[in-house]
């Protein structure tokens, strides 16, 4: 059977109400050989094709904290714990919807600001102790 007998065939077919619209353009389409997709089928979400990455808001605060807490020494341990939090949800974040590279940037920087801080806070600790600075506060 010659693709113009087939063709036939299914457009009878159609026409006595055994296929519908789409099912015409489906075996119209393998039929023809085509790789046209049929226009009147519905998308499911499985295939819609995600155009625009949505913006990572946490992650953009975690990298914003993490800057922000390199230039204040007495607060680099707590901005560094606050802008791992924000950089791990924006991290953890659809990598198919939104956008990861200030996330993992600040990520990296709040990993490095909480080492900084406590290597910070252990060199006051241990100076202090030597000089009894604090000591005139108990």
Known sequence: ???????????????????????????KNKILNLTVPVQN???????????????????????ILSLLGGFNWYLTLPLGIIAFIFSLVGVSKNSKTHKKGLAITGLIFSILLILFGIFYYIQLLGHESKTGAMSRFY
Do not use: R
């Open 41 to 63: 089928k519905p998308v499911q979400k499985s295939q819609q094709v995600i155009t625009e990455k949505k913006t990572n808001s946490a992650g953009i605060v975690g990298f």
């Open 1 to 27: 059977m010659d693709k113009y007998e087939q063709l036939n065939k299914i457009q009878k077919l159609k026409e006595q109400g055994v296929l519908s619209e789409e099912e015409f353009n489906i075996e």
